[in-house]
């Protein structure tokens, strides 16, 4: 008898090790997309006042580090590659197990999808958007614990029985991930995997060149109120108001089709039936379509900025968010704030794309810049860096001239200045200094400070092949932080 | 339910468990139980031929019993009637049925086989008939060999389910070694394997020659390591079911001639075609020419076994062909090995044997794996062309196996030799295991659980592929 105790312990024993290493293992080989994006989330839950939900395009146009910098409101970004309403219609119900907000924001983009499943999809579908609609489920399922709701959740949105075993057992799809493992796999264990440091948003620093325009619907009368889509719309706003949450609907800037204008007709038309605001950035002309857009759906962080800061005053209308600036408790996200601006700043002192350099410049409230562009450059035929330019100076001179050209966007002073042709600019009060721009030669200016007369800040001997030239500095101070060049070929540029 | 499967996962432990608690007597009702619950799971139509042949075989049994009374020698020929119709019905039911396409008729090869040699033993009075319903029905339906064997003998089982053995916890332990060495050849080499060999034998002319050798190869060891896999799960479960199973491989390619070969591989198919059909062709009693019509029957009889295709039929007198030369040249081998003074005892010697055999096998089974003869000889052509850049300009990697992937299969492979030439040389692995302090026993038992788990092929993206013989 006695032995046979012994044995059962044994057992017991071995079948508790056996599946502590086995859980080891799966949390190691885990994916780790999930868990990267919702780490904060989980942590500072019951600090969150907003919740951003819905699909990419609220992934890198909401960004909750804007937020808390302009508005002092804490948030937290729950969107979802490829979600569509039914998807984060779940997504908003976990995440309401975790957190009580005050306000929901939820984009409307994709809200004519009319399928059910995310693995039937309909028709129109390949194998593999489907099979990209699964894989991108996982982002927004893998964080949340097994739970009764989750069951639920993934019953609703996965059809096929096999295919939901990877979202109820993740190690079910995540144990062949054994040969791709990266050191922040095995940190993951150790509870020090890496996380996202925008509490959920992912910014992009692309700038989509040629954004398709399309007509608008012939009417107003949107998708006819009965797409799967709608259906979840409806839902998110009955969860929400009837737990008390404020509820603000949005379309947010894109190359919108005519099909996703109908769409933001319909958002209006369910707005309209549930009294709750509809923010249509597409109508309001708060994020330029031509220098905001990653790509011809997302924003990039420029655009994610003065998106933001849109939704930021509409939240902040309702009045029920405080601004926890200042409060102790809340350093965490004064922290990562300061991160991400800081990430802004250096985006717009140094980066190899001036494209880029030039989009950040001109948000930027703590860089002042001067940019030059000699004559005969190929960027007086681009016309994205003409349009760049144009962002400074509201003027039309960039596109009257071949150069060359200056431009001066002295923050402090909130002044700008540009010169083109032969005209020089002369005794003029800048950040820098009282400076002097006089173009002589095709290879050879002046630009120098009374301060410094000895200083060309615009010639440089071993760079003479270079078109452009942007010279940064800071808008308190008048210390340079930077002096970049860049090469034209066509509209590629090259640093140098 | 399938042996790769969550479900017969979680329902094992339940059935041990209950094996274990509930009276000797009783076993063999509750296995009977799990064995209905097993297969109507796999097939509820399947389960009505399933029915069927038992039926039939208690009922021939009995009756043969009946006619024969306590004649030993001069067996009425009533008897041999009932014999004969019953195995006729048995076997035009097996060709009918398995392909599936009446009624499902998962494992119907090996279960009537089981149902034949029993007749046959009942017939020769080698095995009185079994009386109770169940323990028949239990013998025929056992889950652990319904779906592919091995092909047991009623002599052996029976009895096994009159009087249980005690399920002791060295012998819970085995079984549990026997198991998890079952996955790990089935998930971690088999079904690896498998994804390359695929992946080359779907188009093989479009692929570099060395691949398709590669693929051959890969073949040989993905059948053995799918269907010793099923045999040590099979014999590991049952084992903790307290029934012992015959063994079904012995390192087959380890063996030094094809006669061996056949000796080690498949034994309980072997063995029951060597005592149901060889003997009772004459064997080897009846002349060297007779012997040799006697063994192409029976490779034939296995090559149709198999399947109906051609391929199976080639490959079955491929190995008869292999055997029947090797008698031939028996003589001039043995004069010659004489000249050259070779030590038939030295490793080199029993080396190059056992390379040739494995070559000839390997040969053979391109018949066994192709979709038709025309496929195999374009792969038999194919193998020929030496192209050993593959090894180095990463084609090898493009045949559904990552360079990693492709690597812990051919790790899998030296682990299952060095297995093999120990369990060759009388050394058993589980015995040293076993005899282990604890905490080494459960660092190899938590290694070969782990290993299967993350390093097997199965869950989402991969369909755990059914055992190659389940199809037979």
Redesign the interface.
């Known amino acids: 008898m006695k032995i046979r105790f012994v044995n059962i312990l044994k057992v017991l024993a071995f079948v508790c090790v056996a599946s502590l290493c086995v859980y080891g293992a799966s949390v190691v080989l885990r994916d780790k997309d999930s868990e990267y994006k919702y780490a904060d989330f989980f942590d500072w839950a019951d600090q969150i006042d907003v919740l951003f939900v819905g699909s990419s395009h609220v992934i890198n146009a909401m960004n909750p580090a804007v937020l808390y910098g302009e508005y002092g409101i804490t948030s937290y970004n729950m969107g979802g590659h490829g979600s569509i309403m039914q998807s984060t219609y779940w997504e908003l119900i976990e995440a309401l197990q975790y957190c009580e907000p005050k306000c929901v924001v939820v984009d409307t983009y994709m809200l004519q999808k009319d399928y059910k499943y995310l693995d039937e999809m309909d028709d129109s579908y390949s194998d593999e958007d489907r099979a990209s609609s699964i894989a991108q489920l996982h982002l927004n399922m893998d964080c949340w614990p097994l739970d009764k709701l989750k069951i639920a959740a993934v019953n609703d949105l996965i059809k096929d029985e096999e295919i939901r075993k990877q979202f109820l057992v993740p190690f079910y799809v995540y144990h062949h991930r054994w040969d791709v493992l990266k050191s922040n796999d095995y940190k993951t264990l150790m509870g020090d995997g890496e996380r996202s440091s925008l509490f959920g948003a992912e910014m992009r620093y692309g700038i989509e060149l040629t954004p398709g325009i399309y007509p608008a619907p012939e009417d107003s009368n949107g998708l006819g109120g009965d797409t799967i889509g709608e259906e979840y719309l409806r839902k998110i706003i009955d969860e929400c108001q009837r737990r008390g949450i404020d509820v603000i609907v949005t379309f947010l800037t894109c190359s919108a089709s005519t099909e996703d204008k109908r769409a933001v007709d319909s958002a209006k038309i369910i707005c309209d039936a549930y009294d709750v605001p509809l923010v249509n950035m597409q109508e309001m002309g708060v994020v330029d379509l031509y220098t905001d857009l990653n790509d011809t759906g997302h924003m990039n962080a420029n655009g994610s900025i003065k998106a933001t800061k849109c939704i930021g005053e509409a939240i902040a209308e309702l009045g029920r968010c405080q601004d926890h600036r200042g409060d102790p408790a809340y350093e965490y996200w004064q922290e990562k704030t300061g991160e991400f601006y800081h990430d802004i700043y250096d985006m717009a002192v140094s980066s190899d794309s001036v494209y880029q350099q030039l989009n950040y410049l001109a948000g930027a409230e703590s860089v002042s810049s001067i940019i030059y562009i000699n004559d005969g450059s190929q960027a007086f035929g681009d016309n994205e860096m003409q349009r760049l330019i144009h962002n400074f100076t509201g003027t039309p001179q960039i596109y009257h001239t071949d150069g060359p050209y200056i431009l001066i966007n002295d923050v402090a002073k909130g002044k700008v200045y540009e010169a083109s042709g032969t005209d020089s600019l002369d005794g003029i009060d800048i950040g820098l200094g009282t400076i002097h721009y006089q173009p002589v030669e095709h290879l050879f200016r002046l630009f120098y400070t009374d301060e410094d007369p000895e200083t060309n800040l615009l010639y440089d001997d071993t760079k003479t092949d270079y078109d452009i030239q942007i010279i940064t500095y800071d808008a308190e101070s008048g210390e340079i932080l930077s002096h970049n060049y860049f090469k034209s070929y066509g509209s590629n540029y090259t640093k140098g | 339910m399938q042996f790769v499967s969550f479900a017969f996962l979680l329902l094992l432990p339940v059935a041990a468990l209950i094996n274990f608690i509930i009276p000797r007597k009783l076993r063999y009702i509750w296995l009977l139980v799990i064995s209905i619950a097993f297969y109507l799971s796999i097939d509820l139509k399947a389960a009505a031929v399933m029915a069927g042949t038992v039926v039939v075989t208690y009922g021939a049994a009995l009756l043969m019993e009946k006619l024969m009374g306590d004649a030993k020698d001069d067996k009425p020929k009533s008897s041999l009637v009932v014999l004969g119709l019953s195995v006729v019905i048995l076997i035009a039911a097996m060709l009918i049925f398995r392909s599936g396409k009446i009624m499902g008729a998962i494992g119907i090869s090996f279960y009537m086989l089981k149902s034949v040699g029993y007749l046959v033993d009942v017939y020769r009075g080698d095995l009185k008939a079994e009386h109770n319903f169940c323990k028949l029905a239990l013998f025929v339906s056992f889950f652990t060999q319904v779906i592919s064997g091995p092909i047991e003998r009623a002599g052996n089982m029976l009895p096994q389910f009159s009087y249980p053995v005690t399920v002791d ?1 060295d012998r819970m332990r085995d079984g549990f070694l026997q198991i998890l060495w079952g996955y790990f050849l089935k998930l971690v080499i088999a079904d690896r394997l498998a994804i390359f060999v695929n992946s080359v034998y779907d188009a093989p002319t479009q692929v570099e020659g060395t691949v398709v050798a590669i693929a051959t190869v890969f073949y040989s060891f993905e059948i053995y390591c799918d269907f010793a896999g099923y045999s040590a799960i099979a014999i590991g479960v049952s084992r903790i079911l307290g029934i012992d199973v015959m063994k079904n491989f012995d390192s087959p390619y380890m063996s030094k001639s094809i006669a061996e070969f056949w000796r080690r591989w498949h034994i309980s198919l072997s063995t029951w075609l060597r005592d149901y059909v060889y003997i009772p062709l004459g064997g080897n009693r009846k002349g060297t020419v007779r012997k040799y019509v006697n063994v192409l029957i029976v490779f034939a009889v296995s090559g149709i076994w198999h399947g109906s295709a051609l391929t199976f039929l080639v490959w079955g007198i491929l190995h008869a062909v292999y055997q029947i030369i090797g008698f031939i040249t028996m003589p001039v081998r043995d004069k010659a090995v004489d000249l050259l003074k070779i030590d038939r005892g030295s490793l080199s010697h029993r080396t190059v044997r056992t390379l040739v055999t494995f070559l000839l096998v390997n040969l053979a089974w391109i018949f066994f794996r192709a979709t038709s003869l025309k496929q195999a000889v374009e792969v038999i052509k194919k193998s020929f062309e030496f192209t050993p850049w593959v090894f180095t300009d990463g084609k090898l990697f493009k045949m559904g196996l ?1 360079q ?2 492709f690597n812990v299969g051919i790790a899998g492979i030296a682990l299952l030799i060095i297995m093999d030439v120990l369990a060759f040389n009388g050394v058993e692995i589980r015995d040293r295991i076993i005899k282990q302090a ?1 905490w080494y026993r ?1 660092i190899i ?2 290694a070969a ?2 290993a299967i ?4 092929i ?5 369909n755990a592929s059914s055992f190659i013989y389940q199809q037979f």
């Open positions: 916890f990552s990693a992937s604890i459960w038992m938590i659980i782990l788990s993350i390093l097997g199965w869950g989402a993206g991969y």
